[in-house]
C-alpha cells in the first residue's frame, strides 16, 4: 500500500466512523458507500439544479444511496446509465430507458430490476452523458472524493472519458451525507477524478478545482484488476 492509499485508508475510516457515530447512517455503512439518512433530500437538491433540468442522460453507480437519485432521473424522463456491478461484463453498463421500463422506476432503479429490464451496452453504443452522479465516502469543497476503494467509480467515469462520453461539459457530483463532507485534504492520483458539485440533503455546494484523468491509466492497474474486469482484459488483449 502506498502513503496516498494509507491516507486515504485512513480517511475513510475516520468518515465512516463519523457518519455512524453521528447518526448519519446505519452501522452496517462502515466498509461501504454508505446507505446514508436523508438520501432522497439530494434527488430533490439535484431536481432544482439548472444542469440538471437540462440534462438528458444520466451515468449513476449501482449504490443504494445513489437509488433517489436514479427513480428521479428516470421520473424525470432522463435516460439512465447505470454501472453494470464491479463491472462484470464486456458491456458494463445498463440502459434504463423511461419510456420502456417494464417496471415501475423505483423497482427498475435498483440492482435487482435493472439486471431484469436494462439492456446492457458497452461505451461505443451510449450517448454522451450530461450528468454523472457518483457514490463517495468523503468528498472535500475543492471536489476532491474518495469512494470506498475499489475504483470502480475512477474506472467507469476514465473509460467514458476515452470514448469521448464525459467532456468538458459533463457535470460530475457526488450525493452525499453532511458528515461526509471533510476538510482535509484529500490526496489525489493521476486516475481520480473530482466532481463539479457536492449535494446533500440541505444544500449544493460548488466545487472549483476540477479534475479529470485523460482516460484510462494502465500504470495504476494492477495485472489482477485487469484480470478481473471483462472490458479491461479486452483492451489489454488488444493492447
Known amino acids: 500500500m502506498t502513503d ?10 475516520k468518515v465512516w466512523r463519523r457518519l455512524i457515530d453521528g447518526g448519519g447512517a446505519p452501522a452496517d455503512s462502515y466498509g461501504k458507500i454508505p446507505g446514508f439518512y436523508g438520501a432522497e ?3 430533490e437538491q439535484l431536481a432544482r439544479q439548472d444542469f440538471w433540468q437540462q440534462a438528458t ?12 437519485v436514479r427513480v428521479r432521473t428516470l421520473k424525470d424522463g ?22 420502456n421500463l417494464g417496471l415501475p422506476p423505483e ?13 446492457r451496452l458497452a461505451p461505443e453504443s451510449m450517448e454522451p452523458i450530461d450528468v454523472v452522479v457518483c457514490g463517495s465516502v468523503a468528498v472535500n469543497r475543492s471536489g476532491a472524493r ?18 469521448g462520453l464525459v467532456t468538458e ?22 486516475h481520480d477524478f473530482s466532481v463539479d458539485y457536492i449535494v446533500t440533503p440541505d444544500e449544493v455546494i460548488p466545487c472549483t478545482n476540477r479534475r479529470r ?23 489489454a488483449g488488444r493492447g
Open 57 to 68: 442522460t444520466v451515468k449513476a453507480n449501482p449504490d443504494w444511496a445513489q437509488l433517489p
Open 146 to 163: 474518495i469512494g470506498k476503494g475499489a475504483g470502480y467509480s475512477d474506472l467507469e467515469v476514465a473509460l467514458l472519458i476515452e470514448a
Open 78 to 99: 432522463k435516460l439512465l446509465y447505470m454501472a453494470v456491478p464491479r463491472m462484470a461484463s464486456l458491456e458494463p453498463f445498463y440502459l434504463l430507458d423511461p419510456k
Open 41 to 43: 433530500g439530494t434527488a
Open 4 to 13: 496516498i492509499d494509507q491516507a486515504k485508508q485512513e480517511l475513510r475510516e
Open 169 to 190: 461539459s459533463t457535470v460530475i457530483v457526488a450525493p452525499v451525507h453532511a458528515l461526509q463532507v471533510v476538510e482535509e485534504d484529500i490526496p489525489e492520483t493521476e
Open 213 to 235: 484523468p485523460r482516460g484510462l491509466v494502465w500504470d495504476d492497474l494492477t495485472p489482477e484488476k485487469i484480470a478481473a474486469i471483462p472490458v479491461l482484459a479486452a483492451r
Open 107 to 119: 423497482e427498475a432503479a435498483e440492482k435487482k430490476g435493472a439486471a431484469q429490464v436494462a439492456r
